[in-house]
C-alpha cells in the first residue's frame, strides 16, 4: 500500500484533537492574514501578525502529520494518542501567549524589556522544551510504525528525525549575541536576549510574510528547513508514487524507497547547508561562491545517486 493509498484508507483513525487543531489553526492563519492588512503596526520591521501567521500555518501542518502518524502506529497509539493531546495544549497556550504579545505590539521571542515580558518569554521557553520532549518521544515510538509501502517505510522514519532535528535547531537563536554580551559587560541588561539574524540586530530588510533577512544571516532558515521534513520527505514518497504510472521503473518500491533515502540525504545536507550560511552572517538571497559551490555540489550528488538507484537493476529488499 502506497503513502497515499494509506492516507485515505485512515482518514477515520486519525488521532482527533491534533486533527481538529490543524482545522482551527488553518482557520486562525485566514484570520491572521486579514489582521494583517486590517493592523498594520510594524515590530523590528516586520507587521506585528506575521508571526502569529507564520506560527498557525507550520502548527497546523504538524499536528495534520502527527495526526496521520499515530494512526499508523500498531502498537503504543494510546501512549501517543496522549502525548500529542499534550502537544496540542502546551501549542495552544504558546500561541496564545504569541498573539497576546502581538496585540501589545511587544516582541514574544527574546524579550527581557519588562518583567512581565521577560515572564511570558520564560514560560514560553519551558513550554517549547516541553513540546521537545514530547516530540523526542513521538519520534522514537514512530519507529514503529507499520507501512507496508516501503518508500512511505522509510519517508515517515527519515522525516520525523530530520524534523526533531530542525526543531533543536531553534536553540541556536537563543544565545546572547555579541553585542548584548558587551551590553552585559558594561553593567546594563540588555532588553533582549538572543536573535534570529546574525550579523547585525533583529529587524532590517527581510523577505515578505517570511520576515527571513535580506542582508544578514538568520537561523529561522534551517529551523523552518529541518522542521518540516516531517512533511517534506512524505510528499516526495507520494509524488514518487504518482509518477510510477507514467515510469515503469519508479513501480518497483525499492527503487522509490531508495530514492527517498537519496532525497532524506540531500534534505539533510540542505539543513545543514542553510545553517552554515546563517552562522556566517550571510543572507538566504545574497549566497557567496563558496555557498553557491557548495549547493551545486549537493544538488550533483544527489542527482547523480537519484540516476544510480534508478539505473541499479531492481534489489529484493531495502533493509
Given at each position: 500500500?502506497?503513502?497515499?493509498?494509506?492516507?485515505?484508507?485512515r482518514?477515520?483513525s486519525?488521532?482527533?484533537?491534533s486533527?481538529?487543531?490543524?482545522?482551527?489553526?488553518?482557520?486562525v492563519?485566514?484570520?491572521?492574514?486579514?489582521?494583517?492588512?486590517?493592523?498594520?503596526?510594524?515590530?523590528?520591521?516586520?507587521?506585528?501578525?506575521?508571526?502569529p501567521v507564520?506560527?498557525?500555518?507550520?502548527?497546523?501542518?504538524?499536528f495534520a502529520?502527527?495526526?496521520?502518524?499515530?494512526?499508523l502506529?500498531?502498537?503504543?497509539?494510546?501512549?501517543?494518542?496522549?502525548?500529542?493531546?499534550?502537544?496540542?495544549?502546551?501549542?495552544?497556550?504558546?500561541?496564545v501567549?504569541?498573539v497576546?504579545?502581538a496585540?501589545?505590539?511587544?516582541?514574544s521571542?527574546?524579550?527581557?524589556?519588562?518583567?512581565?515580558?521577560?515572564?511570558?518569554?520564560?514560560?514560553?521557553?519551558?513550554?517549547?522544551?516541553a513540546?521537545?520532549?514530547?516530540?523526542?518521544v513521538?519520534?522514537?515510538?514512530?519507529?514503529?510504525t507499520?507501512?507496508?509501502?516501503?518508500?512511505?517505510?522509510w519517508?515517515?522514519?527519515?522525516?520525523?528525525?530530520?524534523?526533531?532535528?530542525?526543531?533543536?535547531l531553534?536553540?541556536?537563536?537563543?544565545?546572547?549575541?555579541?553585542?548584548?554580551?558587551?551590553?552585559?559587560?558594561?553593567?546594563?541588561?540588555?532588553s533582549?536576549?538572543?536573535?534570529?539574524?546574525?550579523?547585525?540586530e533583529?529587524?532590517?530588510?527581510g523577505?515578505p510574510?517570511?520576515?527571513w533577512?535580506?542582508?544578514?544571516?538568520?537561523?529561522?532558515?534551517?529551523?523552518?528547513?529541518?522542521?518540516?521534513?516531517?512533511?517534506a520527505l512524505?510528499?516526495?514518497?507520494?509524488?514518487?508514487?504518482?509518477?510510477?504510472?507514467r515510469?515503469?521503473?519508479?513501480?518497483?518500491?525499492g527503487?522509490?524507497?531508495?530514492?527517498?533515502l537519496?532525497?532524506?540525504?540531500?534534505?539533510?545536507?540542505?539543513?545543514?547547508?542553510?545553517?552554515w550560511?546563517?552562522l556566517?552572517?550571510?543572507?538566504i538571497v545574497?549566497?557567496?561562491?563558496?555557498?553557491?559551490?557548495?549547493?551545486?555540489?549537493?544538488?550533483?550528488a544527489?542527482?547523480?545517486?537519484?540516476?544510480?538507484?534508478?539505473?541499479?537493476?531492481?534489489?529484493?529488499?531495502?533493509?
Amino acid at each position: 500500500m502506497t503513502i497515499l493509498a494509506d492516507l485515505r484508507s485512515r482518514t477515520n483513525s486519525w488521532h482527533r484533537p491534533s486533527a481538529i487543531a490543524a482545522v482551527v489553526l488553518g482557520v486562525v492563519a485566514l484570520l491572521g492574514l486579514a489582521a494583517l492588512v486590517v493592523d498594520q503596526r510594524t515590530l523590528a520591521g516586520a507587521p506585528i501578525w506575521a508571526k502569529p501567521v507564520k506560527f498557525a500555518v507550520s502548527g497546523a501542518l504538524y499536528f495534520a502529520t502527527w495526526s496521520w502518524l499515530v494512526s499508523l502506529l500498531p502498537r503504543f497509539r494510546r501512549a501517543a494518542g496522549l502525548l500529542t493531546d499534550f502537544l496540542v495544549l502546551i501549542f495552544a497556550a504558546e500561541y496564545v501567549l504569541l498573539v497576546f504579545q502581538a496585540a501589545r505590539g511587544h516582541a514574544s521571542h527574546f524579550n527581557n524589556a519588562t518583567p512581565q515580558d521577560a515572564l511570558i518569554y520564560n514560560v514560553m521557553g519551558k513550554m517549547i522544551m516541553a513540546l521537545w520532549v514530547a516530540t523526542l518521544v513521538l519520534t522514537v515510538l514512530v519507529m514503529f510504525t507499520k507501512v507496508p509501502d516501503r518508500a512511505s517505510f522509510w519517508a515517515v522514519r527519515a522525516g520525523a528525525v530530520l524534523s526533531l532535528a530542525g526543531i533543536s535547531l531553534g536553540i541556536l537563536m537563543t544565545s546572547p549575541t555579541a553585542q548584548q554580551l558587551a551590553q552585559w559587560k558594561t553593567g546594563s541588561a540588555p532588553s533582549m536576549v538572543g536573535a534570529h539574524t546574525v550579523g547585525i540586530e533583529d529587524g532590517g530588510p527581510g523577505l515578505p510574510l517570511l520576515g527571513w533577512s535580506t542582508v544578514a544571516g538568520d537561523l529561522r532558515i534551517p529551523h523552518f528547513v529541518g522542521m518540516h521534513a516531517l512533511q517534506a520527505l512524505p510528499l516526495l514518497a507520494i509524488a514518487l508514487a504518482a509518477l510510477a504510472r507514467r515510469f515503469p521503473r519508479l513501480r518497483a518500491d525499492g527503487v522509490r524507497a531508495r530514492l527517498v533515502l537519496v532525497g532524506a540525504a540531500g534534505y539533510a545536507g540542505l539543513t545543514a547547508l542553510v545553517t552554515w550560511q546563517a552562522l556566517r552572517a550571510q543572507s538566504i538571497v545574497h549566497p557567496d561562491a563558496v555557498t553557491l559551490w557548495a549547493f551545486a555540489l549537493l544538488v550533483a550528488a544527489v542527482g547523480l545517486g537519484a540516476l544510480a538507484v534508478v539505473r541499479a537493476p531492481e534489489r529484493t529488499a531495502v533493509r
